[in-house]
């Protein structure tokens, strides 16, 4: 049996520990805090909420990985959310459905024209991800000839348009005159922590996977999908140490991590954990305020209320600021899920993205950028429910960018590396390092941040990291 060591145990370093014990390695999982999950924690109270992953997308992936371990009888059960999400202005909502003919129906009201132009925009985006997102998703990332000998397996005129996309923003333009309905494309750049106006339109293919995939819930919140790996871990024989800080060096051909010696290393601390930040970039993090409210809500399970300028929040956010007039994300998993909440009760988790912490000073600045978050969270779900008093809504905790850098993430960046500009995303760390049997997973290497792709790079991890023990 040859020896492999995981350190972290966030969703990537999850599945790598799983898919090689499975394959028949002794695996070992270094975690340096008290729990599994990395960002996917969660809080238990009266009401069960995620502090971190919400939404599920690309459900196959995760039930793939359980496969794969032997674990299907450990999966918590997926439920598919019929509105996938609702996006409202001041007077105005749009809804979203898994239903395209029902979500065309919604964006009627934004003007002439508008359905149609979603219409073909979700047309557009299928073929993005077919050119761009498929060859991107099926292998490891290992250079730019064997991506673009994949791309060009779907054909040139797949490929070419490949190559003409530009950003986001410029492709919402192309489909949308409303701004509202701009606003609604613009915003899957957030699920990597970029900005429309600079990251790569190829981001077209995350609306796309929600339409034909679904937007899922796993029941009883990510929370039970972390304790589900666990569960598998211990079946499957992997000693799991907590409070361990890991660290990998190489001594000649020889991988070591603690005092012990190892044959591979999976490291799904980010890539940079240990570096100066320097010049580079960070992708956005983000502040979550964590609330009960004292009877349940009509709120739907992902309710996002928009900001009044897009523009505007992105170049504070890249500034270092707290938008002025955030865009707010509302998750209330009792919608869907009566396991989350008791009947009279509702939990809510807010979040309103923020910058990416570059100094002591931004980290001292929290406290208070923190109190007038909370009060924009409240005010707008009071705003949504006339009637709602204040001395209703329980605040039961608060996340900010300190809490996540103390776990590890690069100034508490949810995303790490940040995919801004045409090729922005192949920079990515890569999964394979330059020293030999150490890989990476996680969500600041290949293929990006989010549960699904994270479980990705644990697998291709797992894959590279067991050719290499084969000596293949
Ligand atoms: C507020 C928030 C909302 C989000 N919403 C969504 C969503 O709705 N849907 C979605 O798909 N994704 C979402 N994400 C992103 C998603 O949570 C992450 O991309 C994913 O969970 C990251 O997994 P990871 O494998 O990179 O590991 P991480 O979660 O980053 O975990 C890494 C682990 O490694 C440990 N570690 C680090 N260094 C060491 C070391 N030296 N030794 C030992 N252990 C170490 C850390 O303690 C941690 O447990 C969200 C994230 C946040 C924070």
């Known amino acids: 049996m040859k020896r492999v060591a995981v350190i972290g145990g966030g969703f990537g370093g999850l599945t790598a520990a799983a898919e090689l014990a499975h394959a028949g390695h002794r695996v070992t999982l270094f975690e340096r805090s008290s729990t599994l999950g990395g960002k996917a924690q969660v809080l238990d109270a009266e009401v069960t909420l995620d502090t971190g992953p919400t939404l599920l997308s690309m459900p196959d992936v995760v039930r793939a990985t359980f496969e794969r371990i032997g674990a299907l009888d450990l999966l918590p059960r997926f439920h598919r959310l019929p509105l996938q999400a609702r996006y409202s202005w001041p007077g105005r909502t749009f809804d979203c459905f898994e239903d395209l003919d029902a979500t065309l129906a919604s964006a009627r009201q934004f003007g002439d024209g508008e359905a149609t132009g979603l219409?073909?925009?979700?047309?557009?985006?299928?073929?993005?991800?077919?050119?761009?997102?498929?060859?991107?998703?099926?292998?490891?990332?290992?250079?730019?000839?064997?991506?673009?000998?994949?791309?060009?397996?779907?054909?040139?005129?797949?490929?070419?348009?490949?190559?003409?996309?530009?950003?986001?923003?410029?492709?919402?333009?192309?489909?949308?005159?409303?701004?509202?309905?701009?606003?609604?494309?613009?915003?899957?750049?957030?699920?990597?922590?970029?900005?429309p106006f600079h990251a790569s339109a190829a981001f077209a293919l995350i609306p796309h996977l929600e339409r034909a995939e679904g937007v899922h819930h796993v029941e009883g919140g990510m929370g039970a999908l972390v304790r589900a790996l666990h569960l598998a871990l211990g079946r499957l024989g992997v000693d799991v140490q907590f409070g361990q800080h890991a660290r990998w060096t190489a001594h000649r051909k020889e991988l070591v991590v603690g005092d012990a010696p190892f044959d591979a290393v999976v490291v799904n601390a980010d890539p940079f954990a240990d570096e100066p930040l320097g010049t580079r970039e960070l992708a956005l993090s983000g502040y979550v305020a964590l609330l009960q409210v004292q009877r349940r809500l009509p709120l739907a399970h992902h309710h996002v209320v928009f900001g009044g300028d897009y523009a505007r929040e992105?170049?504070?956010?890249?500034?270092?600021?707290?938008?002025?007039?955030?865009?707010?994300?509302?998750?209330?998993?009792?919608?869907?899920?009566?396991?989350?909440?008791?009947?009279?009760?509702?939990?809510?988790?807010?979040?309103?993205?923020?910058?990416?912490?570059?100094?002591?000073?931004?980290?001292?600045?929290?406290?208070?950028?923190?109190?007038?978050?909370?009060?924009?969270?409240?005010?707008?779900?009071?705003?949504?429910?006339?009637?709602?008093r204040r001395d209703e809504v329980l605040v039961l905790g608060q996340r900010t960018p300190v809490d996540l850098a103390m776990r590890g993430a690069p100034g508490g960046s949810i995303y790490g590396f940040l995919p801004h500009g045409r090729l922005g995303t192949f920079q990515r760390p890569r999964i394979r390092s330059s020293t030999p049997g150490v890989f990476f997973s996680g969500g600041s290497t290949h293929p990006g941040g989010g549960v699904p792709l994270v479980m990705l790079s644990g697998h291709f991890a797992a894959q590279l990291a067991h050719a290499h023990l084969e000596g293949v």
Not at 122 to 128: L, P, V
């Open 119 to 195: 219409d073909r925009f979700y047309a557009e985006a299928a073929r993005i991800h077919r050119a761009a997102g498929e060859p991107y998703l099926e292998a490891p990332f290992e250079g730019l000839p064997q991506f673009l000998a994949r791309a060009m397996k779907r054909g040139p005129g797949a490929f070419m348009a490949g190559l003409q996309l530009g950003t986001l923003d410029g492709l919402a333009a192309r489909h949308f005159r409303s701004p509202e309905l701009r606003q609604f494309v613009n915003r899957f750049a957030t699920y990597a922590g970029a900005s």
């Open 314 to 388: 992105f170049s504070e956010l890249f500034s270092g600021e707290i938008p002025s007039d955030p865009t707010l994300y509302f998750c209330h998993p009792a919608a869907t899920d009566q396991t989350m909440a008791p009947p009279n009760r509702s939990g809510v988790f807010a979040m309103v993205n923020a910058p990416a912490l570059r100094s002591e000073a931004d980290a001292a600045a929290w406290p208070a950028r923190s109190a007038v978050l909370l009060e924009k969270c409240i005010g707008a779900l009071l705003q949504l429910h006339p009637g709602l």
